[in-house]
């Protein structure tokens, strides 16, 4: 956890403080009554500029991937940042096990040609060639779908900060591996950062549809899909 770790409770919820106490944030596991809060957050914050979102037309988020990643909540292993009770960064992760790939390309296959049909396929693929339950000789992971921090608020360790807390809540719980899907150029760089392992790449300009063009067109930087891992 970067900054001063000063309090944690038996709800592990965690308190650091970067400067004063004013500037006092918590992390917080999020529950069912974040919902609409934490959604709009992500509306705000996360999908205006996530790479696959606005790579590709219509350039705003299917609701069927909002609706997956909010039903992820149910697993106790999606985090916020609250500053003063307000949402300053959300992560949203879950479970997934070694037949992953299979049922991204199963649920591709169902949405089709839907913008959150492509989005699927194109995970599918990450998901197979990375293959880290072969490389980590591990069945299952704990893995990030989203990591999103106030606009107004980057650069100040906020997403390096749920990352190192979604670790401890992993081990925790069993998880012997942390992954995530870096669609875009900034948390690819936080990941190498944070010294993590480097395990996929899919640059979007060679990832083409049927007719030979680029499924996805992100403006830049952002050229790559990166997959990361860590142990746990």
């Not at 919820?13 to 999020?30: E, G, L, M, V």
């Not at 996530?50 to 350039?59: F, N, R, V």
């Not at 949402?87 to 997934?96: A, D, E, F, T, W």
Request: with cysteine; net charge neutral.
């Amino acid at each position: 956890m970067t900054g001063n770790t000063i309090q944690k409770d038996s709800s592990m919820t965690k308190y650091w403080n970067k400067s004063s106490k004013s500037d006092s944030i918590q992390i917080r596991i999020i529950n069912s009554s974040d919902h609409d809060r934490v959604l709009y957050f992500l509306r705000t914050h996360y999908y205006q500029e996530e790479p696959l979102t606005i790579g590709c037309e219509p350039k705003e988020q299917d609701p069927e991937d909002e609706k997956f990643n909010m039903s992820q909540i149910v697993h106790g292993t999606c985090l916020m940042a609250v500053r003063e009770e307000q949402i300053i960064g959300v992560l949203i992760s879950g479970p997934k096990t070694s037949n992953e790939a299979e049922h991204l390309f199963e649920d591709a296959a169902h949405f089709g040609s839907t913008k959150w049909g492509a989005a699927l396929q194109i995970l599918g693929c990450s998901e197979r060639d990375s293959n880290v339950y072969k490389t980590y000789n591990v069945s299952k992971a704990i893995h990030i779908h989203i990591l999103a921090v106030d606009a107004k608020l980057r650069g100040r360790a906020i997403g390096a900060s749920l990352i190192e807390e979604l670790k401890i809540i992993g081990r925790q719980l069993g998880y012997p591996l942390l992954t995530l899907d870096c669609t875009s150029y900034y948390s690819a760089k936080l990941c190498e950062r944070l010294n993590m392992d480097c395990v996929n790449v899919i640059k979007y300009s060679n990832y083409l549809d049927k007719e030979g063009h680029p499924v996805f067109k992100p403006p830049p930087p952002h050229e790559y899909l990166k997959t990361f891992a860590m142990k746990l």
